[in-house]
């Protein structure tokens, strides 16, 4: 699925995208899954398990932000996760023992979908060793128009930045004390059924899509079977050892040199990486609330 040369680029500046990943087939059928969990949503006033909802959301024009735990809610999803292409791509960069952590699925609907702070997931989640990675598959069509994924290249091989406010956990980088270039961010687009690779450790975020068309972005987190996190596994033992997809599972975790700062004190905003970023200050991005605000 990919060569050589995608793995240096990828090593290089820590993130990738793929083109033909996935069928037609799958994309239309994803589409229309995801439609149908939006239009459900209609019954939905507040954030619940599966639902984190656009700070606009009504019953008579549902927002839908994000689908949480996709995969634990449709089998279509389910069925993506350990899809040999993109199992072919991941073990070219690690090799062949895989596990599989969560999805999500990032709605940023047109005219309004929510942009996304810079951050670094290894903020969220540090593990032993840093061989983990986001995957975005695309449902749409992306370009630099409809709020594409940005990475900021090389920026996997940096520090941690802090992603603290007032002594909590926020989960976004303050953007005017940092000293990123934001304007050096890499626009990950492609054609539906593409997926990004993104480090765990690389800073990226996305603008509010205010685009006429919706940009919806399935994104699962993997790692190396033997990245262990640090703040321990979620799940129970035997549903952690259920998340190896490919290869040899092991207990004896690979240590590296790696910069590590933990996500504590939590955020005191819960339930998604929008709602920890709502206490974030110096917001890079504007949101569809601001802009309309500002123009009242
Ligand atoms: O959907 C996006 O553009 C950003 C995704 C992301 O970084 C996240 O959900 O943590």
């Not at 984190?52 to 634990?72: C, G, M, N, Q």
């Not at 990475?151 to 406010?165: A, Q, T």
Request: glycine share 6%.
């Amino acid at each position: 699925m990919i060569s050589e040369r995608d793995v240096t680029f990828y090593n290089d500046h820590g993130y990738l995208v793929v083109g033909e990943v996935l069928s037609k087939d799958d994309v239309d059928e994803l589409r229309k899954v995801t439609d149908a969990f939006v239009e459900k949503a209609r019954q939905v006033t507040q954030h619940d398990e599966i639902y984190d909802l656009e700070d606009s959301h009504s019953t008579a024009e549902p927002r839908v932000r994000r689908i949480k735990t996709p995969h634990l809610h449709h089998e279509t999803y389910a069925r993506m996760v350990a899809h040999p292409n993109i199992m072919a791509v991941l073990q070219k960069l690690w090799g062949p023992s895989i596990r599989f952590d969560v999805s999500k699925l990032n709605l940023k609907s047109a005219g309004y979908g929510a942009p996304v702070e810079w951050h670094q997931d290894w903020a969220f989640y540090p593990h032993t060793n840093d061989d983990l990675a986001a995957v975005g598959i695309m449902i749409d069509d992306v370009d630099e128009s409809n709020g594409p994924l940005m990475v900021i290249p090389g920026s996997h091989k940096g520090p941690i930045l802090d992603h603290h406010i007032d002594g909590y956990f926020c989960g976004a980088i303050n953007a005017s004390s940092s000293d990123v270039d934001f304007g050096d961010a890499a626009k990950l687009t492609g054609k539906a059924g593409s997926i990004t690779i993104h480090h765990a450790r690389a800073i990226h975020g996305s603008a509010t899509n205010t685009s006429g068309r919706p940009r919806r972005l399935l994104l699962h987190q993997y790692r190396a079977a033997d990245a262990w996190p640090l703040l321990g596994a979620d799940q129970a033992w035997q549903e952690y050892r259920d998340s190896l997809l490919t290869g040899d599972d092991t207990i004896e975790p690979r240590m590296t040199n790696v910069p590590v700062r933990l996500p504590l004190p939590p955020a005191p905003h819960q339930g998604s990486i929008y709602e920890n970023q709502k206490s974030s200050k110096n917001r890079y991005f504007e949101t569809a609330e601001a802009t309309a605000a500002a123009a009242r």
